[in-house]
C-alpha cells in the first residue's frame, strides 16, 4: 500500500460519520487491486499510474461525499454541484367576468437553504402584490365599467454555473395595452444580485452601446420602411436611447450582451417592445474583470 493510499484510509478513519458496510467493503476492494509497487517497465509503470488515478478519483467523486460530511460540504461550495437553482411558481392570482381579467404567476427561485435570492424573490413578491391591489382597486372605484386586463408570466433566461437572470414579463390592458419586462441577476460566484452598473468598470460603456443601438435602429429603418423608432426624431431629442446603470439587460446564448426596451420607450406603441443585441466584443474593454471571466469562452 502506498503513501496516498494510507492517507485516503486515515482520512475516512477521522469522519464522525461512521461508514456503511457496504461502501467501506467497496473502497477497500478497491485499493487492493492497485497493483503492488515493484520495479516495472516504463509501460506498466504508466498503466498502473492511470488505473490508480482512476480508483482514487472514483472513490473521490462517487464514494466520499455519501460518507464524509466534510469532503461533501466542500463540494456544495463548487456550483457546478452545489448552486442548481429552481423557479417554482408559488402563487396565481386569478379573477375573470366579462369585462376584466387577471392572471398573475408569482415565481420564487429556490435554491434550498441559500438565501442569495432572497432578494429577488421580495422584489417580485412586492411587484406582483402591488398588481394585484391595483388591479382589485381599480374594479371597485370604476364599478366594473370599461375593459381591464393584467397578466404577469416568467420565465428563466440564465441559468449557468456562474450566473442567472430571471425575467418576469407584465402585461397591462386598460383602455390600452402596455407591456414591460424586468429582469434580475444574480452572480452565482459572489451570491449577489446584480444591475448594470455593478458590471461595468468605465462610464464610456453607457455612450458606446447607446450608439450602437442607434446605427441599428437606422439600419432597420433603412431596410423596412414600415419600422420606425424615434431616433432621430427632433421631437424626441437626442437622447431618446438612453442607457444608465438601472436600464434592462441581460446575456444571450453567445454572451452578447442584449439591451431591451419597453413599448412606448423608443417607438410607437404597434412596434411593441425592442430588443438590440450588442457584440461583446464591443463592450468587453468597459466590464469588470470578473464579468471579462464570466463571458469569457
Same mark, same amino acid.
Given at each position: 500500500?502506498?503513501?496516498?493510499?494510507?492517507q485516503?484510509?486515515q @482520512?475516512?478513519?477521522?469522519?464522525n460519520?461512521?461508514?456503511?458496510?457496504?461502501?467501506?467493503s467497496k473502497?477497500? *476492494?478497491t485499493?487492493m487491486q492497485l497493483?503492488k509497487?515493484?520495479?516495472?517497465? #516504463?509501460?506498466? /509503470?504508466? +498503466?498502473?499510474?492511470?488505473y490508480?488515478?482512476?480508483?482514487i478519483?472514483f472513490?473521490m467523486?462517487?464514494?466520499l461525499?455519501?460518507?464524509?460530511?466534510?469532503?461533501?460540504?466542500?463540494?456544495? *461550495?463548487i456550483? &457546478?454541484?452545489?448552486?442548481l437553482v429552481?423557479?417554482?411558481? $408559488? @402563487?396565481n392570482?386569478?379573477?375573470?367576468d366579462?369585462?376584466?381579467?387577471m392572471?398573475i404567476h408569482?415565481?420564487?427561485v429556490?435554491? =434550498?437553504? /441559500?438565501?442569495?435570492?432572497?432578494? &429577488?424573490n421580495?422584489?417580485v413578491?412586492?411587484l406582483?402584490?402591488m398588481?394585484v =391591489?391595483?388591479f382589485y382597486?381599480?374594479?371597485?372605484?370604476?364599478g366594473? =365599467?370599461?375593459?381591464s386586463?393584467?397578466y404577469? /408570466?416568467?420565465?428563466?433566461?440564465?441559468?449557468?454555473?456562474?450566473?442567472?437572470?430571471?425575467?418576469? $414579463?407584465v402585461?397591462? #390592458?386598460a383602455g390600452?395595452?402596455n407591456?414591460?419586462?424586468?429582469?434580475?441577476?444574480?452572480?452565482?460566484l459572489?451570491?449577489a444580485?446584480v444591475?448594470l452598473?455593478d458590471?461595468?468598470?468605465? +462610464?464610456?460603456f453607457?455612450q458606446?452601446?447607446a450608439?450602437d443601438i442607434? %446605427? %441599428?435602429?437606422?439600419?432597420?429603418?433603412?431596410?423596412d420602411?414600415?419600422l +420606425?423608432?424615434?431616433?432621430?426624431?427632433?421631437?424626441?431629442?437626442d437622447? $431618446?436611447v438612453?442607457?444608465?446603470?438601472?436600464?434592462n439587460?441581460?446575456?444571450?446564448?453567445?454572451?452578447d450582451l #442584449? $439591451?431591451?426596451?419597453?413599448?412606448?420607450?423608443?417607438?410607437?406603441?404597434?412596434?411593441?417592445?425592442?430588443?438590440?443585441v450588442?457584440?461583446?466584443?464591443?463592450?468587453?474593454?468597459?466590464?469588470?474583470?470578473q464579468?471579462? +471571466?464570466?463571458?469569457?469562452?
Open positions: 500500500m502506498n503513501k496516498k493510499d494510507k485516503i484510509r @482520512r475516512l478513519s477521522n469522519e460519520m461512521e461508514i456503511p458496510s457496504t461502501v467501506k473502497i477497500e *476492494q485499493l497493483p509497487q515493484e520495479q516495472q517497465p #516504463v509501460y506498466s /509503470n504508466r +498503466k498502473r499510474f492511470a490508480a488515478f482512476a480508483c478519483a472513490i467523486l462517487f464514494l461525499p455519501n460518507v464524509s460530511t466534510t469532503y461533501a460540504k466542500t463540494l456544495e *461550495q456550483p &457546478i454541484i452545489g448552486e429552481k423557479v417554482v411558481t $408559488i @402563487r392570482y386569478y379573477y375573470a366579462d369585462k376584466h381579467e392572471d408569482v415565481p420564487k429556490d435554491n =434550498e437553504e /441559500n438565501g442569495a435570492f432572497d432578494a &429577488i421580495a422584489d413578491e412586492e406582483t402584490q398588481l =391591489e391595483r382597486k381599480d374594479l371597485e372605484t370604476f366594473g =365599467e370599461g375593459h386586463s393584467v404577469v /408570466n416568467y420565465e428563466v433566461v440564465t441559468n449557468t454555473d456562474s450566473w442567472f437572470t430571471l425575467k418576469l $414579463i402585461n397591462e #390592458v390600452s395595452g407591456t414591460y419586462y424586468k429582469y434580475y441577476h444574480l452572480n452565482k459572489t451570491g444580485t444591475t452598473e458590471i461595468v468598470s468605465d +462610464k464610456a453607457y458606446v452601446v450608439e442607434k %446605427q %441599428q435602429m437606422r439600419e432597420e429603418m433603412a431596410q420602411s414600415n +420606425k423608432y424615434w431616433v432621430d426624431d427632433s421631437t424626441f431629442g437622447d $431618446i438612453s442607457i444608465d446603470g438601472k436600464h439587460f441581460y446575456f444571450n446564448k453567445e454572451n #442584449v $439591451i431591451p426596451f419597453d413599448k412606448y420607450e423608443v417607438a410607437p406603441g404597434y412596434m411593441g417592445t425592442s430588443e438590440f450588442v457584440d461583446k466584443d464591443l463592450i468587453m474593454k468597459f466590464l469588470h474583470p464579468m471579462k +471571466k464570466i463571458l469569457a469562452p
